[in-house]
């Protein structure tokens, strides 16, 4: 019998750094959906040790809980159970990439409609919007850096919209930069 080794959708394709900005990696050891049943979030919340709020990380048992949609949320880290929630088992359907260096913002910037200014996607904020042409879930994790999610199916082209949008943020720095 064959043994298959598991790995991620980025595997060969990072790190890649340029410029000030660098793209890596950022794959959780588990992805996990989970809604609460009806009338039953306090008792997720108290099993979970957190539920997020719109727009919202919280820190959680099992890892990292983001908000993904109205009584919805996306647990990042070991994989979670809970008997009064739908919980449905994500791992091998996501990207996740970090986005870090002086520059991550301005290259977002090229890519998303999203609002990055630190007075509307704070730190440990989420939010899904459009990453190019993709649908993804940009969650800000550091003062530089961005945790992106995309369908797995989508990884060569987020990380090539990635590595374009970082070219052309660095060739932008070196002509404007003392000279």
């Known amino acids: 019998m064959a043994d298959l080794i598991a790995r991620p959708a980025t595997h ?11 793209l890596e990696d950022a794959q959780p050891e ?20 957190g539920f997020p709020g719109p727009g919202q990380v919280v820190e959680v048992k099992a ?3 983001l908000s993904v ?14 008997d009064d929630a739908a ?8 990207t996740v990439v970090a986005l870090d260096g002086a520059a991550a913002r301005d290259v977002l910037a090229r890519l998303t409609p999203l609002d990055l200014r630190d007075s509307a996607l ?11 042409h993709m649908t993804a879930s940009i969650t800000r994790t550091g003062p530089y ?27 932008r720095a070196r002509l404007s930069g003392p000279g």
């Open 12 to 22: 060969g394709l990072l790190p890649i750094e340029i410029g000030s900005v660098v």
């Open 30 to 49: 588990a992805i996990t959906w989970i809604a609460p049943y009806n009338r039953k979030k306090s008792a997720v919340t108290r099993t979970l040790g």
């Open 63 to 65: 890892g990292r809980a």
């Open 69 to 82: 949609g109205p009584g919805q949320a996306l647990i990042l880290g070991a994989p979670a159970a809970c």
């Open 87 to 94: 919980v449905v088992d994500q791992s091998d359907g996501w």
């Open 122 to 132: 704070s730190e440990n904020a989420t939010a899904r919007t459009l990453l190019g």
């Open 145 to 171: 850096r961005y945790e992106l999610m995309v369908f797995r199916s989508m990884t060569q082209t987020l990380i090539h919209e990635l590595t374009r949008a970082m070219k052309h943020v660095a060739a």
